[in-house]
């Protein structure tokens, strides 16, 4: 069974940071792009950032120049390192495993963001 497991998650001020992990197989994290959904209330899931695995990015528009989505190899793990939060960036956020062309998709359990004073 496939397992991505998230952490990271929590509370933090407007203009905070967090930074959120997800640790999976190694054998699924050589074959898959990995990535970031966010799901708000009320909202559709929407993309915020992936990472394929040669190390191309791409990130939602209202993200650009405040997240950066990383992963280290040798640990099986994607990081998304988010700063200058938001109050609009409040969601629970999912991890991804896409394969490409095949399109198999596995998500991660979620983890909530909030952004609040």
């Known amino acids: 069974q496939v397992q991505l497991v998230e952490s990271g998650g929590g509370l933090v001020q407007p203009g905070g940071s967090l930074r959120l992990s997800c640790t999976t197989s190694r054998s699924i994290f050589s074959l898959y792009s990995m990535g970031w959904y966010r799901q708000a209330p009320g909202k559709q899931r929407e993309l915020v950032a992936a990472i394929t695995s040669g190390g191309g990015r791409n990130y939602a528009d209202s993200v650009k120049g405040r997240f950066i989505i990383s992963r280290d190899n040798a640990e099986n793990t994607v990081y998304l390192e988010m700063t200058s939060l938001k109050p609009e960036d409040t969601a629970v956020y999912y991890c991804?495993?896409?394969?490409?062309?095949?399109?198999?998709?596995?998500w991660g359990q979620g983890t909530q963001v909030t952004v609040s004073s």
């Open positions: 991804n495993a896409k394969r490409p062309y095949f399109g198999t998709m596995y």
